[in-house]
């Protein structure tokens, strides 16, 4: 009286075992395709991905050797040891040469310093420049590129939102609340 497969295979229906081998088939192959079509779809994204990267890093200024232009090789603002003794907003700029998303961010730098030149100074700091060590560590940076606005005549400092550094529009946003906001307090002086 026990289970009796063969017996059942006999007995069964040949047109449904073949409609559910059918399904299960169909159901399998769904599966399959499922599965390496996501591949494909996350096989896409990732080349996009590497092809954008590829095309920014063509968009970056070049030396004269071919290779991206670091930042230290861009002439903007002044030294910070002068602009702090002014009563003009710095907008600051840490920076590590070797630090690619710094010599992505410099173009953009050097527009806003274009813009704003008027308005505030501009100036560079080279996180691993000696001279600068004691400023590195009392900022307390947690990466690169980093950017303050330093304010010595109220002695204020405004960090920026790395968020902020793609879009020049958005970066002029933060620039321009900024200087609404001191120039309000310039007229209640």
Excluded at 76 to 100: R, S, V
Excluded at 143 to 165: C, E, M, Q, W
Aim: net charge positive; proline share 4%; with cysteine.
């Amino acid at each position: 009286m026990g289970f009796n497969l063969k017996e059942k295979w006999q007995n069964a229906d040949k047109k449904n075992v073949a409609i559910i081998s059918a399904i299960l088939i169909l159901v399998i192959a769904l599966i399959a395709g499922g599965i390496w079509g996501y591949q494909y779809l996350k096989l896409k994204a990732f080349e996009a991905e590497q092809a954008e990267r590829m095309e920014s890093y063509n968009a970056m200024p070049m030396d004269l050797n071919g290779e991206p232009k670091k930042p230290s090789e861009y002439n903007i603002g002044i030294e910070y040891d002068k602009a702090i003794k002014q009563k003009k907003p710095i907008l600051t700029l840490f920076y590590a040469d070797w630090c690619h998303y710094c010599i992505k961010f410099m173009p953009l730098y050097q527009q806003m310093s274009e813009k704003y030149g008027e308005d505030m100074n501009f100036s560079k700091i080279n996180v691993e420049d000696k001279k600068y060590e004691k400023l590195v560590r009392e900022i307390g940076l947690t990466g690169y590129p980093t950017v303050f606005i330093i304010d010595p005549k109220y002695d204020n400092r405004v960090l920026l939102s790395n968020a902020h550094f793609g879009s020049a529009e958005e970066f002029s946003k933060e620039l321009d609340r900024f200087l609404r906001i001191r120039k309000l307090l310039d007229s209640k002086k």
